[in-house]
């Protein structure tokens, strides 16, 4: 079972190669979805970030209000290095049961962790490959005022808040150049399945 981390920047059309993927016969695990589910009303994960953070962050129907702990985390290292602490080791505990759990069901499966912040967080684990979406930041801006109604400010600062783009691909083994048409994108992704099924 080839275990492949798929990594990118916002808006760098991750979700897109993660979907072909899919598409081609991949079990795709989203990181995003994991942190969602460890952050669920009355498990530890929550609790912890309420402790951590006050119960402003908790909306009224006892939830994570996402806004609110986005604006008291982004930009405070120290502040995301702590939400950080209380939701990494769940996300990869989860993700890892579920490794697992598709290796159970298929030992040749294709697994691919779509995850964000691989440089971040997930870079020592032993991936067989990992892969990289990248598009240039002016594009990745661009999506993110067109597509998700963001400022041209807000996009900058949500990029720039991220590692950079020469990190991600000084880690890749494929990168997927998607700043082109959506078919330029799926015919590399195609390419990169016939290389991991063929091996």
Do not use: C
Request: glycine share 8%; proline share 4%; charged share 25%.
């Amino acid at each position: 079972m080839p275990l492949i981390a798929l990594t990118g920047g916002i808006a760098s059309g991750k979700s897109t190669v993660a979907g072909r993927l899919a598409e081609r016969g991949a079990v795709v695990i989203d990181a995003d979805a994991i942190v969602r589910e460890v952050q669920q009303p009355g498990g530890p994960v929550l609790t912890a970030i309420a402790d951590a953070f006050g119960a402003d962050v908790i909306a009224a129907d006892g939830s994570l209000d996402r806004a609110a702990l986005g604006a008291r985390v982004f930009g405070d290292q120290v502040a995301l290095a702590r939400l950080n602490a209380l939701v990494h080791p769940a996300v990869r505990q989860e993700s890892q049961r579920r490794f697992e759990e598709a290796l159970a069901a298929d030992d040749a499966a294709v697994v691919v962790y779509d995850v964000p912040l691989l440089v971040e967080a997930r870079i020592d684990d032993p991936w067989d490959l990992i892969v990289v979406a990248d598009a240039p930041a002016g594009v990745r801006e661009r999506r993110l005022v067109e597509l998700r109604g963001l400022t041209e400010a807000d996009a900058r600062a949500r990029i720039e808040s991220q590692v950079s783009d020469e990190s991600r691909r000084a880690i890749a083994d494929v990168v997927i150049d998607t700043s082109g048409t959506l078919q330029h994108t799926q015919e590399q992704v195609d390419r990169l399945w016939e290389r991991l099924t063929a091996e």
